[in-house]
Structure formats: C-alpha cells, structure tokens
C-alpha cells in the first residue's frame, strides 16, 4: 500500500517575461559592419537611433546602458581592423553600436523544472516554526539550452510554501577565469580525457610547471594543425583545452535578488546546457557551512560533471569533477563526511545506483553497485533525487525509478548511518508517480526532482512536472521512515 501524501497548491511555471540581455555575435564579418555603418553615422542619426532603444530597454534591464557598452568593448580589437578609433567614439556612438551585439534571451520560455531546495543562509526575522528557503531550478529557453535559476520563499509552521515574487531583472555574473594552473595537479586530472600517452606527454613536455590558459590554448591549436586528418585526436585535444575552460568563479552583484542570478552555460563544455544541480548544505569538520551543488555539464556530444560551491549564492565557484566514478549524470553529495572521507551518491552507468568515498572533493574514484532496478516501476533505471538526508534512522535517499511508459516515480531508500554502503530498506511502492493533472508535459509522465529537505516533521519534496513546471509534495518523515524500513530490501 503506497503511503499518503499531500500535494501543495503551489505551483511554479515558466515565465516568459524573465529576460536577459546577452552579447549576441554574428560573426567578424558582419561585426565590422557594423562598427562601419555605426561610425559613418552623423551624430544626429546616432541620437535618433540610440535615444527610442534606451527609453524602451531601459525598463527592462537594470542599467542597460552599460550592457551596451561592454558588448561593444568586447569587440573592441575588430574596431582597429576597419580603421575606427574606439577610444575616439562618443559614448552614445559606443552604446549603439553594442546595441547591435545584444539580444533578449527568455531564460525559462520553454520550462522551469527539476528543482531542489535547501535553507537559506539567512534565517533572521522568522516566527517559530517558520524556515526561509532557497529553490534552484533547470531553466530551459530558445535552443533548449539551460541554466540554474533560483527562487526564495518561506515555509510556515504549516508547512505551507510561500514564494517571494521574482524580482524585475536578470543579471549575469562577472565571470573570473583561473590565472594560472599547475602542471602536475592539471595532468592527473586530465586522465579522464583518455588522450593518447604519447599525445598528453607531448603537451605536457611544451608547458612550463606554472602555467596560463591563453599558453596551453597555444600549444593545443598548434598540434591540432599538425593531426589535421585526425579527427579523434583534435576532439581529443579540444576537450583538454574545454577541461582548463571549466574552471571558473561567477560574482553576482551585491544589489540583486536572488531571483536575478542565473547561472547560465559560460564554458565550451556547457554549450549546450548545466543541467539537474543538486544543491546540499555541507557542513565541514570544523562545523562551517558551504554550499555545493553537482550539476551535469552538456556541449551536445559529452556529459561532464562539475561541482559548484557557494557561500552566500553571490560568489560562485566552478570545477569539474574527475575519476572513474564521475560519468554520466546523476551525482549527489552527502552533506558531511563519512570516515573522515567525503561520499558521493551516482549512476554512473545510466541503470544502477553507485557509491563512491574520496579525500578530494573533486576526484572519484572505485564505484561501488549500490542499488539496483527492483520493483516494476523502476526496471528501466533507478537514481537519486538529490542529496541524502541524515535522520535518527539512517541517510534517507529520495530516489526515482523509470518503468512502462518511460514514466518517472519518485521513491525513497534507506542507507545505513556509518555504513551507507549498505541499504537498510527501499519503499515497494512509488512515493509519488504521475497524476492526470501532471503527466502532460514537455516530456510526458515525468515527475523528477533534485533536491529535498525536512521541516516541522515531514519531508517536502520539490518535483519537477513532466519536465515543464515545478510542485511541491509532503510526507511525515516518522510514518516514510517506518515504511521504508518496514518494507526492507
């Protein structure tokens, strides 16, 4: 017999509203078009032209004047090569021309799914029995390509949800690259790449112990144009220069709302999406607190996991992860470590649930099976649904399983408290599973999420509806982890 759950009113769509100005780019060609036609403007044309875009944009961007601007300087070398002086324009000039480099992009026109949830960092001015939240989201927009959003609410003693209204603008992060990498650190990870012995030594014999990126975008580019004919190889090749790529930090500005911080694809290996971030609250050994989330990285061809922390959901940083056991999709963090080691949860095979213990963070290796496909509604696969949950009676892991019909359920382990290697018990039954109210979607009878947490004894559950808008269920954590058990393995 399935256990009783109640599903909340609230519901999250996707808004078409929320808008982002980003540095469109067309090519060199026509980018020095521009910068001609713009130039060759007199400078009444330029007022005429710049001055109906900055009363209409303006009220739909937080100071779009300086977007412009910084597009325009990012082509700023183009300019030298038609005989412009940039530095000589006027700033309207400037703004214009940038105007040119911009587009609205609709970070969640087409879905607003897959959420987790976790609390907030600021818990002040709250009644008893109250928690502030904060719910990530994959944001899907033109081209399906997608990105991490947030909202905040707050859960009552009821454990009613309310959201916060999303706020007016969308912002994009400063993103600052890493300087300088260390040769020996960068090679060991690189392993997962799997380029040719004599290949890696090549590169690594051309760089120095210290060095930057521009330098080994240098030395790649020019062993590519020596194995033109080796298709293989350059795709080899790329990828190591995509891994340098992925490290990165993301600085959002101190006057935004946390619903204007999209974390949007910044390196060639997100090109085509980050996808299912996984948020957890991470205590360390000296008892501070950091937020991770691990997150799938897709450049239309490879799966890249990577790893996102945050102390404040201002400050980002980025990583890949590395190792055996950091395939496919999937991965999720316990929230402190096991055995003085860090543990992460996976299905690094697309079927079976993994387990995986580390001394570094960012470096798994030797999976271990953990569970597999049992029941019906999971013999396609079976994964997790975010980090686990410590309780008295073990880690609670939400799991969903794939069955007839491709349709996902969403259900729940138990893992073994100083051994989570070894499940204690696994519900029979989905926890909750389509209704007719949430199985038409973009990708029909899927309920999935990434992330839960417990409040005022009862386990909330954010789930994403048919991959197109997000809900919200809950279940007394006491009668869950009784059934769980009871049911066994």
Not at 32 to 39: D, G, N, R
Not at 380 to 393: F, K, L
Request: charged share 25%.
């Amino acid at each position: 017999m399935r256990l009783s759950i109640e599903r909340k009113s609230t519901k999250i769509y996707p808004d078409l509203k929320r808008v982002v100005a980003r540095f469109f780019f067309n090519g060199e060609a026509r980018a020095k078009s521009i910068i001609q036609h713009v130039a060759a403007m007199s400078d009444e044309q330029v007022e005429i032209t710049i001055t109906p875009i900055l009363r209409e944009f303006s009220r739909r961007h937080r100071n779009i004047t300086r977007i412009f601007e910084k597009h325009a300087d990012r082509i700023r070398h183009l300019f030298a090569a038609v005989h412009v002086k940039y530095d000589n324009l006027s700033l309207k000039r400037k703004l214009l021309t940038g105007s040119y480099l911009t587009n609205e992009y609709s970070i969640e026109s087409a879905a607003f799914f897959n959420p987790s949830v976790i609390e907030d960092v600021d818990q002040s001015g709250l009644e008893e029995g109250q928690k502030r939240i904060i719910l990530s989201f994959r944001a899907v927009g033109e081209g399906h390509i997608s990105s991490i959003a947030f909202r905040s609410g707050v859960i009552d003693r009821n454990n009613e949800i309310a959201l916060q209204p999303s706020g007016n603008y969308v912002d994009e992060a400063e993103v600052i690259r890493n300087a300088t990498y260390k040769k020996e650190t960068f090679f060991q990870n690189a392993v997962s790449i799997k380029l040719p012995d004599p290949l890696m030594q090549e590169v690594m014999s051309t760089l120095p112990d210290e060095f930057e990126y521009i330098s080994l975008k240098k030395v790649i580019r020019e062993m590519q144009q020596r194995h033109q004919a080796d298709h293989l190889v350059k795709k080899a090749l790329e990828r190591l220069l995509w891994l340098a790529d992925s490290y990165y930090e993301l600085n959002f500005s101190l006057d935004t709302d946390i619903s204007d911080r999209v974390i949007f694809p910044y390196s060639d290996a997100e090109s085509r999406g980050i996808e299912d971030a996984r948020f957890v609250k991470y205590q360390e050994e000296d008892g501070s607190i950091i937020y991770y989330a691990t997150y799938t990285a897709f450049d239309g061809v490879t799966i890249q996991p990577k790893l996102l922390s945050t102390e404040d959901f201002y400050n980002f940083k980025i990583m890949p992860l590395y190792g055996e056991g950091a395939q496919n999709k999937n991965l999720a963090l316990f929230p402190r470590k096991i055995k003085g080691k860090y543990v992460m949860i996976s299905r690094i095979d697309g079927i079976n649930g993994y387990i995986m213990y580390s001394d570094k963070i960012n470096i798994w290796e030797n999976p271990q099976i953990l569970y597999t496909p049992k029941y019906p509604w999971e013999f396609v696969q079976v994964g997790n649904c975010g980090s686990p949950i410590e309780t008295p009676d073990g880690w609670l892991v939400i799991t969903h399983g794939v069955g007839p019909m491709r349709t996902y359920c969403v259900g729940a382990s138990l893992l073994d408290l100083d051994d989570p290697g070894t499940e204690i018990g696994r519900l029979k039954e989905p926890l909750l599973m389509p209704n007719k109210d949430e199985r038409e979607g973009y990708v029909p009878n899927v309920l999935y999420s990434c992330g839960s947490i417990v409040h005022n004894d009862e386990l909330i559950i954010p789930y994403g509806l048919s991959d197109y808008a997000s809900g919200f269920a809950t279940v007394n954590l006491e009668k869950l982890l009784t059934q769980i058990k009871a049911d066994g393995i």
